[in-house]
């Protein structure tokens, strides 16, 4: 990914003669895209031509270029994402098994103490306010390159977050250790799939410092190696399918519990499943969990025999099986 992000730094650069100062740069659909002054300004060629995410939340059956410039457009004007105007703070849910809303939920109900992840326009973030989490991870995807925007910063100081460096740095490594020094015990972490050098070393961190804990959240899968699927299967906690087939064929067989089927999130440790608990006000769901079988949770009922459960402000059903993953035919097109 660093060669590819460097090829697509260079493309920029070429088209408008140096890099512009204020940039940011995700990913959708498997494409990368670069915004600027609140617009995209660049963006590959998606490999996906469906997601049912996508459908759902920007009502497009298919997926281009075109489509995902736009979605970009709408996210800057309704949340002011990638400009001053970024909205810091939300409490609702928006995806049912999302890693903010998990963690979001998790801090409210003493299951971590803090959270490390990476907001647009402020690099790699540690805060405790679960209404932050949620604001800074509801609509983000995967961050791959960003600059500080003083705005955004100064918002989430306000809120009571630190950011690792005002320069907008994004090491997830470097906000596990500060999150240590500033006494925090048990962290939930977002790391990108691709990271591996980085959820390896978090993970010896962890190993190396008794008393702390870190639940290791690997999102923005899509298009990872096997080798990157390995590791995410060997050291982290929750696993996000995205469109990714390694972590399905992967993750998916060595995991504990399954969430969803469209894209469905893999749990592969205890610490995972604890921190799952707790976006549940039901305490036996944990003793649930843990016991027996692998399980699979959806928030539709799809076959007799599912023990209903709430999650969030939702219902969901959860099955036992032989094995998984338990797939659907609705799920990204094509898996990559």
Known sequence: MKGRLNKFLARIQEQYGKLPKDLHITKKAGALVAISGGHPILAEEPTLTYCPLYKSLFKADSIDRKSIMAKFEIQAKKWGMFTPDRKVSECSIVVPFGASEMIM???????????????????????????????IGAYMNGIFYTTAVPEIIHKLKNQGACVLSEKGTINQLGGV????????????????GDQIDQIKKIRDFQFR????????????????S?????????????????ASSKIRSIVGPASMVQLGMKIPVFITTSAGIELLSHYSNQKELLSVLESGSKKYITSSRCQQGGTKFNMGRFSVYLYPVDKLPVYTPDQPQPLA
Request: charged share 20%; proline share 2%.
């Open 105 to 135: 939920y998790a801090l409210e109900r003493k299951g971590v103490e803090a959270a490390v992840l990476v907001c647009e326009g402020a690099g790699t973030v540690i805060t405790d306010n679960p209404f932050t989490v949620q604001g």
């Open 177 to 192: 250790k500060k999150a240590y020094r500033q006494g925090y015990r048990k962290i939930a972490v977002t790391v990108r």
């Open 209 to 224: 410092n008794p008393g702390f804990t870190t639940v290791i959240m690997a999102v923005c899968n899509t298009g990872i």
């Open 226 to 242: 096997g080798y990157q699927a390995r590791v995410v299967r060997d050291n982290a906690d929750l696993a996000w399918a995205c």
